[in-house]
């Protein structure tokens, strides 16, 4: 059983609406119906009616939500008494994410810059954040809040009373430099990129459906074999360099001039960034307003979407 259809089945009767729900889960109404139909055709019965104005659960329903909020709770209690155990002063909120996110998008706003997106709305619009630590993706380590990307309409992993919040998408495209442009061709359409030398991030691997599967189909069949780096800033240094053709977030020449955007947006690659928090930690006035924060934010950005 995945967790995610149980979630999407509590705020679904939590909003009495599968479109109330999948505004609160920033999914599409579609993935909400999807979901809710994988769970019935496992309980082979309906587990809720379809109204003009809504949804309302059926007997079926009740029985399996009455379950699911039971399981929730017990989770709920768990994190208390676990919290409850430590004392909690003034401290930093601990905010878990990607390398990319941090050194492009959070660093400007730690230091108080008007760089790149997040910098920008934070300094435009006055949103402060309190004192937080940046944390890479080490289990080891325990978060307060984390940042993840997501492709698709997947909802990104989590336990079942996390709260979820969908911060933006981010659209990619290819980009070159001056440098390249001298050295050869430029492409016209997608296809023409498989003769061109492709620079990629590791962690694009984990993002499908769209354009990323030509993406991953071009750097598997191109003619010239592509360079792939772990970090998504030499990513950028190798493309800024002239080394190849590689794929950026639309917002990338706000950080180096010399990246030049080609003509090539289709097919588009999207992928999403979101917030997640345990249901406890949410309720810490600190993590509180450091998600607030962080979804004004987000919210307020320009995100140069082609």
Request: aromatic letters at 8%; charged letters at 25%; a neutral charge.
């Amino acid at each position: 059983m995945d967790w995610d259809d149980i979630r999407v089945m509590i705020e679904v009767a939590r909003a009495n609406s599968f479109t109330g729900a999948a505004v609160t889960l920033g999914v599409s109404k579609a993935t909400v119906s999807r979901r809710i139909a994988t769970l019935e055709a496992m309980a082979g019965a309906r587990l809720f009616r379809r109204l003009p104005g809504g949804a309302a659960l059926t007997p079926q329903g009740e029985e399996i939500i009455s379950r699911a909020l039971r399981i929730e709770d017990d989770i709920l209690d768990l994190e208390k008494a676990l919290r409850s155990m430590r004392t909690r002063p003034n401290r930093m909120v601990t905010v878990r994410m990607s390398e990319g996110v941090a050194s492009y998008l959070m660093t400007p706003v730690m230091a108080g810059q008007a760089l790149g997106p997040l910098g920008k709305a934070a300094m435009l619009h006055g949103i402060e954040l309190p004192p937080i630590k940046i944390v890479g993706f080490d289990p080891s380590i325990k978060s307060d809040i984390d940042i993840i990307w997501q492709s698709g309409e997947k909802l990104p992993p989590g336990r079942p009373n996390d709260r979820v919040r969908k911060l933006s998408d981010v659209y990619f495209v290819p980009f070159l430099s001056d440098d390249y442009m001298r050295l050869d061709k430029l492409p016209c359409r997608f296809e023409d990129l498989s003769r061109h030398k492709l620079v990629t991030l590791d962690a694009y691997t984990h993002f499908r459906g769209g354009g990323w599967d030509n993406w991953h189909h071009l750097l598997e069949e191109g003619d010239r074999p592509p360079i792939s780096t772990a970090w998504s800033c030499s990513v950028g240094h190798l493309t800024l360099r002239g080394a190849g053709i590689g794929v950026l977030p639309t917002y990338s020449p706000l950080y180096a001039d010399g990246l030049k955007v080609t003509d090539i947006t289709s097919p588009p690659m999207v992928a999403a960034l979101w917030m997640v928090c345990g249901q406890d930690a949410a309720k810490d006035p600190l993590v509180k307003r450091c998600m607030d924060g962080l979804w004004r934010m987000f919210q307020s950005a320009d995100w140069m979407h082609p």
